[in-house]
């Protein structure tokens, strides 16, 4: 078996329990957000007079096309620095934290013409516990959760290697002149390729054999892995399995992997986790299409396996900057979620952190009064977290006769979900006639979004009492109740005796009275006003 040979850093002073903590930091995605944001260093090591280091005078007329973008370079080693720094601007604006991300650049010529630019990273880690140390993470990732450096400064965490056989676009702007590429789209595309989107799976479907070269700086010895996989690889899901590949048989693996639409990114399990939530499906929820109704973003899985193109893309319908396809596109917010399923931390404005409580709340839900003059009264909506698009809940009365709600749709936005929206409810039927209180509920029905954390969510309906403002008509001199007799049997009952007063000597009417008194009260119940079934 061929074996790579990789590191394995282990915590300074680390027992199982820090250990333990330290992996679960490195895990998890959801953290407190930064004030700063990463930087990300570029070692140009190109020769004098190539690439980079070009030293070739642009003509006017190109000067004056990349300063119409942002690029004021005078030669074409300064355009492509430029370009290169200003793509890496765009990504230290979504990465929150204080760590370096080096990276060396340089352009060189492939063998394989069609090839535009590759990434390497120089060195991958296993950092965590003794049990996962099969699970592999690039530098950059592991120094981001460990809060300091795991290897030398002189140490690229990744290298980037441009084609120089191709035409590229050094602008800033979107507007690509034609046969051409984008040259900052590209280069985000490629870092982000080093922060993670790599996978180790082979051509066979199997997972290499590693050797970890393990140290803790007071220490060092090696450890054989039979199967080391990366990060990346631990969130593949074969559709037609049911399963995670990393859980598959190799034939298996490599089925999924050249199914074309079947391989997916599912976020939900990390290691050492049972299950989580995924902000990758969150922001799936954005796309249109290349995601699975499930809301899983489809791979890049061509019926030929492509080492270094397969997986490690997602599929190119998704209208991503991580599609297989050239020119990209600039949106960025797919990839992002994905990062963090592995564990970026990604600053996020305009879009919620995952595994957040989703609901609807409604106060009160019971306890209203409106009258039939017009009186009115009001209950709240709120949603419980921050929604990645518009939801929209319609609601109505089940019996506009009674009373009828102000709205009959309320619509939170990413934008003002915090804020509770009022409804007032305003009691109808002012008919003259004194008809006693009747009770309706105002029904708020399933909400429509594409977020699917909220689409369909059902939330609690509200009872409401319409009472009537009509007054009572004065009653007549009660009847007087007759003499009581010892053959009565009642005992003086009272009450029950006065009430039943008139019909003492017709016995046979008394069903009547109570058939009467029981559509009474079946014509004054709410039947029409129960709450929902949830």
């Not at 407190?32 to 570029?42: G, R, Y």
């Not at 991580?322 to 797919?334: A, G, I, K, Q, V």
């Not at 939801?391 to 939170?412: W, Y």
Request: with cysteine; hydrophobic share 35%.
């Amino acid at each position: 078996m061929n074996k790579f040979r990789l590191f394995f850093v282990e915590p300074h002073g680390a027992d199982a329990l820090s250990v333990g903590f330290l992996f679960f930091l490195l895990s998890v995605f959801s953290v407190v957000p930064q004030s700063t944001a990463v930087t990300i260093q570029f070692l140009y090591t190109d020769v004098p007079g190539i690439g980079f280091n070009d030293s070739t005078e642009l003509t006017q007329e190109d000067k004056n096309l990349l300063a119409g973008s942002g690029n004021n370079a005078s030669t074409l080693g300064e355009a492509r620095k430029n370009a290169l720094e200003h793509a890496a601007r765009l990504l230290e604006s979504r990465l929150p934290g204080a760590n370096t991300i080096r990276v060396e650049a340089f352009f060189k010529s492939f063998e394989e013409e069609a090839i535009v630019a590759k990434t390497r990273i120089r060195r991958i880690l296993s950092f965590g516990p003794r049990e996962l140390l099969h699970v592999g993470y690039p530098p950059a990732l592991a120094e981001k959760i460990a809060k300091r450096e795991l290897l030398d400064e002189s140490i690229p965490h990744l290298i980037m290697e441009f084609s120089k056989g191709l035409d590229f676009y050094y602008g800033f702007s979107d507007e690509t002149p034609p046969f051409s590429i984008n040259f900052v789209t590209l280069a985000i595309h490629e870092i982000i390729h080093g922060l993670g989107f790599h996978s180790s799976l082979q051509e066979d479907g199997s997972f290499p054999g590693v050797t970890l070269d393990v140290t803790d700086g007071t220490r060092n010895f090696s450890v054989d892995i039979e199967q080391w996989q990366r990060i990346y690889d631990v969130q593949m899901y074969s559709e037609e399995d049911g399963e995670f590949v990393v859980d598959l048989e190799p034939s298996s693996r490599m089925r999924a992997a050249t199914s074309e639409t079947g391989l997916l990114w599912d976020g939900t399990v990390r290691p050492g986790e049972e299950s989580s939530c995924s902000y990758g499906q969150r922001m799936a929820e954005l796309k249109s299409a290349g995601i699975d109704s499930d809301g899983r973003p489809q791979l890049h899985a061509p019926s030929t396996f492509d080492r270094g193109s397969s997986i490690t893309h997602v599929h190119t319908d998704t209208d991503d900057i991580m599609e297989y396809l050239y020119p990209f596109p600039r949106d960025m917010d797919l990839s992002f979620g994905m990062l963090r399923d592995m564990g970026w931390e990604v600053s996020d404005e305009g879009f919620p952190p995952s595994c957040v409580a989703t609901g609807i709340t409604v106060t009160p839900t019971s306890g209203l009064v409106t009258t039939e003059d017009g009186g009115t009264a009001t209950f709240s909506v709120k949603l419980e977290s921050e929604p990645i698009s518009s939801v929209r809940i319609p609601l109505r009365s089940n019996d506009p006769d009674e009373g009828v709600a102000d709205t009959q749709v309320l619509e939170f936005t990413p934008g003002n979900w915090t804020m509770a929206q009022t409804v007032t409810v305003t009691g109808v039927n002012d008919d003259g006639e004194e008809d006693g209180s009747k009770r309706y509920v105002i029904l708020l029905e399933r909400a429509e979004s594409r977020d699917r954390f909220y689409h369909g969510f059902n939330p609690a309906d509200v009872l409401v009492t319409n009472r009537d403002n009509d007054p009572e008509p004065e009653d007549p001199a009660p009847p007087q109740p007759p003499e009581e007799t010892a053959e009565d049997g009642s005992g003086g009952g009272g009450c029950a005796l006065a009430a039943s007063g008139k019909v003492r000597n017709r016995p046979e009417s008394g069903a009547l009275v109570l058939f009467l008194a029981a559509l009474l009260l079946f014509s004054a119940a709410p039947w029409k006003s129960l709450p929902k079934e949830r």
